[in-house]
């Protein structure tokens, strides 16, 4: 008698608060593959454009954490090719991890730490839109802002395009 009535107490905490009710789509794990394009970079006091005699190119790709209709953990790694001088090669690898704060409409504002195998850090603000929700994959859009510090170099601030599939 004691024990079903334990069981019973402890089904009914457990319909309470809603355990037992957890939406079958969180937490849940999806991946991506972009090209980013960067844009333009100010840094001690003058603008660069990377379509001059330098040019770079980034194909971040990353695992998300999604915890919630509004929250999710990003990880991201982007490889970065300069050419210069018709010379191209890997100039450095990021580390990208952020927090996702997603919104309606597929609008989602990630706040990412940066550390960057060439010695640069520091923190990207990056907005990103879903342009269309496939059963399987989707396609995005990014703007990043990345802010970098270090490597005894002045701090600049960035913009670049960043185009890609999540599934």
């Known amino acids: 008698m004691f024990k079903s009535f334990t069981t019973t107490l402890l089904l009914l905490l457990i319909l309470k608060h809603g355990y037992a009710q957890q939406s079958p789509n969180y937490p849940k794990v999806t991946g991506y593959f972009s090209v980013l394009q960067p844009l333009t970079t100010y840094t001690d006091g003058?603008?660069?454009s990377n379509f001059g005699n330098v040019y770079v190119i980034a194909f971040p790709f990353g695992v998300n954490l999604i915890?919630?209709?509004s929250f999710g953990i990003s990880f991201e790694v982007a490889p970065a090719i300069r050419t210069e001088k018709n010379i191209s090669k890997v100039n450095s690898v990021l580390f990208h991890p952020g927090a996702m704060f997603r919104f309606k409409?597929?609008?989602?504002?990630?706040g990412r730490m940066a550390f960057e195998t060439g010695g640069r850090f520091g923190f990207t603000p990056v907005l990103n839109q879903v342009l269309k929700k496939g059963k399987d994959a989707s396609l995005f859009v990014s703007v990043?802002?990345?802010v970098r510090f270090g490597n005894d170099l002045p701090a600049s601030v960035s913009t670049g395009l960043q185009i890609g599939v999540s599934f």
């Open 46 to 48: 003058n603008f660069a």
């Open 67 to 69: 915890k919630s209709d």
């Open 105 to 110: 409409h597929g609008f989602t504002f990630i």
């Open 144 to 146: 990043p802002f990345p």
